[in-house]
């Protein structure tokens, strides 16, 4: 099964805001992440993964352990998963592109989310892939026609405006992209930064009322030199 990065705007705080643990039950599918880069000799497993993430972040206190194993299986991605259909969008066809391709659901990935002052949550995503296919991902844009749209869960409506700054430079190419969000009486923000290095794809989000450009391209700044000091 091949999954979407997923759109920031649709997983909310189900996502950025989901606490995984990697207990004992969880073993045989993070067993499967890593025998799939082992055998595959696309990079890093999924045990190598988790030791890369950032362990503690500047203004940050972790929310939970990490979770590590196949990407389709952690339980934030799950949750996002969910929420992502359980959506209706004012313009479907933005929710049906697949800007910068899929990324498979098999592929060895892990996951720590973070909580910080002023009601504001981090996640940080670091998935093993091909220079190519990461190369994707951060050339993905968003469709000129998708830079404002609403969304609804249930009965409740929210409106999203989309930001896109051009192409970064952190790691190896970056793509940073904010969504501010309007519904239920609450103003959100989002940010989110994807950056490629050496045979891995990371991705940085950070969500909350006081959510900014630059407190998400710094934590991407940090996790890159995390995972500078962790991988090779």
């Known amino acids: 099964m091949a999954h ?11 996502a950025v ?4 643990c990697g207990g004992d039950a969880e073993r045989a599918r993070q067993v499967r992440g890593t025998a799939r880069a082992e055998v595959a000799g696309i990079g890093y497993t999924s045990a190598q993964l988790a ?16 979770d590590w194993g196949e990407y389709g299986s952690l339980k934030a991605i799950q949750n996002a998963s969910r929420l992502q259909r359980e959506a209706v969008l004012d313009k479907p066809s ?3 592109s697949r800007p910068g391709g899929d ?3 098999d592929v060895p990935a892990a996951l720590v989310s973070f909580t910080g002052g002023r009601g504001l949550t981090a996640t940080e995503t670091l998935m093993s892939m091909p220079a190519a ?13 998708c830079l404002r749209f609403r969304t609804r869960v249930g009965t409740a409506w929210a409106a999203h405006r989309v930001a896109e700054a051009p192409k970064g430079e952190i790691g190896e190419g970056s793509r940073t992209v904010g969504v501010a969000t309007t519904g239920g009486g609450a103003r959100t923000r989002t940010w989110y930064v994807v950056f490629r290095g050496r045979r891995y794809l990371a991705t940085i989000t950070v969500y909350g009322p006081g959510a900014t450009r630059a407190d998400a391209e710094r934590l991407a700044g940090e996790a890159l030199a995390q995972a500078g000091r962790v991988l090779s």
Not at 17 to 20: N, P, S
Not at 133 to 145: C, L, M
């Open 4 to 14: 979407r990065l997923l759109p920031v705007t649709l997983l909310l705080s189900t």
């Open 17 to 20: 805001a989901a606490t995984a």
């Open 51 to 66: 030791q890369a993430l950032l362990q503690q972040p500047s203004g940050y206190r972790r929310a939970g352990e990490p």
């Open 94 to 96: 933005c929710g049906k």
């Open 103 to 105: 990324v498979a659901g």
């Open 133 to 145: 296919d990461a190369e994707k991902q951060v050339n993905a844009r968003v469709p000129p026609g």
